[in-house]
């Protein structure tokens, strides 16, 4: 059976950083594209930044702070956000697509406040 677990969310000060893992069970994760979404109370969820194989994208808006990388070893993908705005408080999914195979996360909340 195939999970992924989302970790490291939580309460941060507006300026401050947090780094969320997405680490992957049942499955090689290095296989899939990986993305890491959000979605703030009363909005659609939209992606932040998407890693593959042969690149990485991000959602023009958060050029900059947010950076995705992956631990192909830990079998998990991480995003660092620095300069953490409000804004960027909502529940984080990640996302592993191969195909039309696709799992997601249980999510992790990030609360930026001071």
């Known amino acids: 059976q195939v999970q992924l677990v989302e970790s490291g969310g939580g309460l941060v000060q507006p300026g401050g950083s947090l780094r969320l893992s997405c680490t992957a069970s049942?499955?090689?994760?290095?296989?899939?594209?990986v993305g890491w979404y959000r979605q703030a109370p009363g909005k659609q969820r939209e992606l932040v930044a998407l890693?593959?194989?042969?690149?990485?994208n991000y959602a023009d808006s958060l050029k900059g702070r947010f950076t995705i990388s992956r631990d192909n070893a830990k079998n998990t993908v991480y995003l660092q956000m620095n300069s953490l705005k409000p804004e960027d408080t909502a529940v984080y999914y990640c996302n592993a697509a191969f195909g039309v195979t696709n799992y997601w996360g249980q999510g992790t909340q990030v609360t930026v406040s001071s």
């Open positions: 049942g499955t090689i994760l290095a296989l899939y594209a």
């Open positions: 890693i593959s194989s042969r690149s990485t």
